[in-house]
């Protein structure tokens, strides 16, 4: 049977994001995000859903980095709607709680359930393993806050559904393979993803995005970060809309290469939830 690795414990909204995106495939649950994309160069999985960004949250920390030399490819993306449950032992009611543990990215989204039910805040290192937890411990004084899926997993009761403060609360994720799926010429929405560094000197970044001005790309993302320490180079993720053999994308690329140093990242057709809302 087919099988996707994930960052976190069995549970986690990467595993449900994988459970969703595809349906009947084995989940298998990695450690690190290196260890999940290993997983993938290894064998043991053929696909790595990984989390690159967060409505709420921005940009997800390590994956820039670890992109472009992970040696897998992007070859697709998934948006997973972040919908918070407050967990607990069967037998636990909100008035005995005293205490919700998850994840601090997770606490930080439900600030008003914690405000209302006046319950302490303890971090834990996942969503899931704050279930697992709660779970092992079995009182009626501690809560997680997770998802639904880790309530089926460790057995946990569903006390409140969708308690995040902010109902767009949405996940992205990058499905990376060995090898790039490249979809034919024409495809309709079609995203490249892509990785460049240029010289910290005047008008660099000007120079190198010129090409898609004036071939007519739509950038829908340019992040920069630092590249390994240093303040005299930056690198900066790069998403367009179009495929890089259609040929304005081939000439904008071209023009970047001049001014800049290119690392491809994956072509895939977009997520039904990216073309929903560039439509609104």
Not at 172 to 177: D, E, G, H, I, S
Not at 214 to 241: H, P, V, W
Request: with cysteine; hydrophobic share 45%.
């Amino acid at each position: 049977m087919n099988t996707i690795a994930f960052q976190g414990f069995l549970g986690a909204y990467s595993d449900l994001a994988c459970r969703h995106a595809f349906p009947g495939w084995n989940t298998l649950p990695c450690a690190s995000f290196e260890a999940a994309m290993q997983a993938v160069r290894d064998g043991q999985a053929q696909l790595a859903m990984l989390p690159c960004e967060n409505s709420l949250a921005g940009r997800v920390p390590d994956i820039h980095r670890l992109l472009p030399q992970s040696g897998l490819h992007v070859v697709g993306e998934h948006f997973e709607r972040v919908e918070h449950c407050l967990l607990a032992p069967p037998g636990t009611t909100e008035a005995t709680l005293k205490r919700a543990h998850s994840h601090p990215m997770a606490l930080g989204q439900v600030l008003n359930i914690l405000r209302d039910l006046k319950l302490e805040s303890v971090i834990e290192a996942d969503t899931a393993g704050a279930a697992a937890l709660v779970a092992e411990r079995g009182g009626h004084e501690d809560a997680a806050i997770a998802s639904s899926l880790a309530a089926e997993v460790y057995g946990l009761h569903i006390l409140r559904r969708n308690i995040e403060d902010a109902a767009h609360n949405t996940t992205r994720f990058y499905v990376m393979a060995t090898e790039p799926r490249l979809p034919a010429i024409g495809t309709p929405h079609v995203v490249t993803s892509f990785v460049f560094r240029v010289r910290s000197i005047p008008a660099a970044l000007y120079k190198a995005l010129g090409g898609f001005a004036t071939n007519g790309i739509n950038l829908t993302k340019l992040e920069s970060y630092m590249l390994d320490g240093r303040f005299t180079a930056t690198q900066f993720l790069c998403e367009a809309d179009g495929h890089p053999e259609d040929p304005a994308m081939a000439r904008a690329l071209d023009e970047l290469r001049y001014f800049a140093t290119l690392t491809p990242l994956g072509t895939y057709v977009a997520h039904p939830y990216r073309i929903a809302n560039e439509s609104n």
